[in-house]
């Protein structure tokens, strides 16, 4: 086994802070510390190393003590396949698998069949003063995306599939009925219940074509 501390996964870019933050409203995923995660690194698996996404910049940074002179290194975005924090899993999409201009790590949400649902996380940057002391808010924001096939789609609102699936707009229309108690409360759990039972269909067609 490959040590980490010696290992390909500490070569890269210094950490540094580029933004003062002084409340809970920080750039980070989730927490503002490093947390065990696992990470697919040019091609190397890493478990139970310390990580943190940087949502805003959209960078991964790893962590480790025994590096007393550089102990927080940036890994380079097109080396990562993928990685996991806590019970969230990200994967890395290029610029030709999400076609478009948006690029980088994605929330893998969801994936079902030939569907499958992410969430891009961002953060939108505020500038603050407080008594002559300058600091920076961030605040959360995202959008989903729906991958079928080789064709990746942007969802601002889970009655996009109709343009999608125009051969299923009624049963999206009962879908989106079915889980509306959940569209504020639980987001992602409504996009994913609507993505969910849309595929479950789509499978029922193709083997009823099968047939």
Same mark, same amino acid.
């Given at each position: 086994m490959?040590?980490?501390t010696?290992? &390909? $996964? ?8 580029? !933004? ?6 920080h750039? !980070?995923f ?13 091609g190397?698996?890493? !478990?139970?190393?310390?990580?943190? @996404?940087?949502? =805003? ?13 550089l ?11 993928g ?8 994967? =890395? ?9 948006? %690029?980088? !790590? ?7 069949? %030939? ?19 300058? @600091? @920076?808010?961030?605040?959360d924001?995202?959008? =989903?995306?729906?991958k ?14 109709? &343009?999608?699936?125009?051969? @299923?707009?009624?049963? $999206? ?5 079915? =889980?509306a108690s959940?569209?504020? %409360? %639980? ?11 849309l ?7 193709? &083997?009823?074509?099968?047939?």
């Amino acid at each position: 086994m490959v040590g980490q501390t010696n290992s &390909g $996964i500490f070569e890269g870019v210094a950490y540094t802070e580029e !933004f003062r933050v002084i409340n809970e409203k920080h750039q !980070f995923f989730k927490e503002p510390y490093f947390v065990l995660g696992s990470v697919v690194y040019d091609g190397q698996p890493y !478990f139970e190393v310390k990580l943190r @996404y940087n949502v =805003y910049n959209d960078q991964l940074s790893i962590k480790n003590e025994k590096l007393g002179r550089l102990p927080i290194m940036v890994l380079d975005k097109e080396k990562v396949v993928g990685f996991n924090i806590g019970q969230h899993r990200f994967k =890395y999409l290029g610029s030709k698998e999400a076609r478009g201009d948006i %690029s980088g !790590f994605f929330e893998v949400l969801m994936k079902k069949d %030939s569907l499958t649902l992410f969430k891009k996380h961002r953060k939108k940057r505020f500038k603050r003063t407080d008594e002559e002391v300058l @600091y @920076y808010e961030f605040k959360d924001g995202y959008t =989903y995306h729906l991958k079928r096939g080789p064709d990746f789609y942007i969802l601002n609102k889970a009655s996009d599939l109709n &343009g999608i699936f125009p051969k @299923y707009r009624k049963e $999206i229309k009962a879908m989106l009925n079915r =889980y509306a108690s959940q569209r504020k %409360s %639980s987001p992602d759990t409504y996009m994913k219940s609507i993505v969910s039972d849309l595929s479950a269909l789509m499978s029922t067609d193709n &083997g009823q074509k099968a047939l």
